[in-house]
């Protein structure tokens, strides 16, 4: 008798929305506190660390719901639904925020880049005014660069998650 195998696709939409939802979360509270516009380095870690957690928690279950079993593929799939499903939250999350919560995010988000290079004579007012403007003008383009970012994450998740977990069924 055939068992009833999971489906990659739900664990990945599930732990998505998991993931979508802590970014939400996380979002809002770095707003609260005004650091929705830092470009930190260590707030970047943080992210990718909870996206890591929460997929290679997704690989995990889905081992567990398959018997012990996994393929390096399945991991794979879970790894890059996990993250463009999140991204796709945060994406939403990020026009809310822009366009209505504060609008001015983005200017301040260009201010942030741009001002060291100004304050270090690397580039002219002129320039750095050009830079923004152009910043702000192309603002929507980031939003499928994140996608294709996280996916590229979640698949690397999911290959070092599916290389230690990796667990074939038996042939016989």
Known sequence: MEENQPKTGKFSLNYGLILGAVSVVFGVMLYLQDLHTSQSTGLMIIGIVLAAVITFLGIQNFKKA???????????KIGAGVLLIGGIISILYNVILVNYIDPDAPSKIMDARLGPALEEGKITQEQFDQQKQQGLDFWWMGYPFILIFNVLIGLAIGLVAGLILKKNKPTY
């Open 66 to 76: 398959n018997g012990g079993y996994l393929k390096l593929g399945q991991a794979l």
